[in-house]
């Protein structure tokens, strides 16, 4: 299955990654490969066949649930120390509105 | 007095018998790390005062004989994805460089509870993402019986701290193999428990439906010291299980009398190293001897498990790795003009080649016009792959036996321009992560090169007990020769 380099650059927005032009023809070669490689399952019967979508013991997980109730967290200050950027009580970004 | 440092059950038994005390075990781990790890590479960071506080405390409980669990005073180590209170913590990415987490992950805080000392943290592939610990941000770890080679991974560095002897027992994760895998080219046990055993809680996240926590220990029963120390229900992970968590090590000497073993068909083909396939042969004989029945099976959907996986496992990483925008932790790009701009600098900056392969991949098989075709496709084939499984464990078998790597450990650089030929180094055992079932990977031999063998062994959910009696039963039977590390 090829991929092409529009489609490469679409995929790169979406995952909000800035690829150089090096790195796009990179992926063009390389998620080619791996796509011919993942082909191989478009000729699997998988008619009448429920995806998996919970490794664990279904019946389980749904008991599970514990109340929705407040309950403590992380103080703030120690938190935010982690922020490349912050004003003490918010983090801070770029301006997104003029 | 300068003793070296016993393996983890030994260990254990010489604190009881006050053989030996957890400061000088420490003293002996940290001995052997400043005197070998500067060639390995298996530890980023160790934590040595934070290690002598928690042995000093260790050494009063084990004298007034109160120690809080039989793993008080162990030196422990872990993989550098789990959440440590005030240590650094990067899961071998620049993105995450310099971040310091204000909590402990559940598995911390259990082994702290428990009394284990904890010395460091462990090179890893970034994100988890790799087959050979080099993907790690900060240099690879190399293999202790061969430095030119990988230990595999990604917890190349939980795998080679234990088998170089710096640590009696250590923890990684795995989401394709990433325990079992390495485990197998060091020549050590590595357990990948049932998925919902252990809690994630703290865990960075990589592919959360494979994802499962578990230890590594040079044998059977230390590995069943170290799950008994982690498992159980974390109301703070919502998939863990709340079945009771039994006694591991009461039940390891049952032998193998009577136990039917399954010996898939797809997993001796093309690919299999003739030498893995004579030694992994040759361990299972050896458990036939011990009164075990080899039972010739079927897994046919196994062919599709390489391919399933790498849909899977990038699709939830493209969503797992979206947090990582240089906002709340780690690094953060320079002088952007826009937000989005930022994300996009910040992330091209902060993540490796292979995690960005493994996004863009993701993102793909997720976007409009494309989820049916692979993610849904993929979770359908899961559910083939599970019910090989379910089926051969319904008609009797108990475990499945296979190699747990096709190939001895490879050379650093071999396959590292190759993302498809590194990624089939997980063939066997990617199923079992598809599938939730517990595997582990023991030492069945060496090649001729001197390098190890792993034999695999995939056990039915959440009888990591039986699972562990088989492994024991095969440790015994094969009964791997001690060999002096060439370091």
Known sequence: ?98 | MSAPLLPLSALCRAFERREAKPSEALEASLRRIARIDGKVHAFLRLTEEEARSAARESDERRARNAPLSALDGVPIAIKDLFCQRGVETTAGSRILAGYVPPYDATVVRKLREGGAVLVGKLNMDEFAMGSSTENSAFGPTRNPWDLSRTPGGSSGGSAAAVAAKMVPGTLGTDTGGSIRQPAALVGCVGLKPTYGRVSRYGVVAFASSLDQVGPFAEDVRGAALLLQAIAGRDENDQTSSSRPVPDYATALEGGARGLRIGIPAEYFGEGLDPEVEASVRSAMDALGREGATLVPISLPNSPHAIATYYIVATAEASSNLARYDGIRYGHRAQGPRSLIELYERTRAEGFGAEVKRRILLGTYALSAGYYDAYYLRSQKIRTLIRRDFEQVFAAGIDAVASPTSPTPAFKLGEKIDDPLAMYLNDIYTVPANLAGLPGISIPCGFSRAGLPIGLQLIGRPFEEAALLRIARAAERAVGVPARELPL
């Open chain 1, 1 to 98: 299955m090829s991929i092409d380099r529009g489609t490469v650059r679409h995929v790169a927005r979406l995952a909000r990654l800035a690829l150089s032009p090096e790195e796009e023809e990179k992926t063009v070669r390389e998620l080619g490969r791996v796509l011919d490689y993942i082909e191989r399952l478009s000729g699997v019967d998988v008619s009448a066949v429920e995806p998996l979508t919970f490794a664990g013991d279904a019946a389980e997980a749904k008991e599970s649930m514990r109340p929705d109730e407040p309950r403590p967290s992380l103080p703030r200050e120690e938190v935010l120390e982690q922020a490349p950027e912050h004003d003490g009580s918010t983090y801070l970004v770029p301006r997104i509105i003029e």
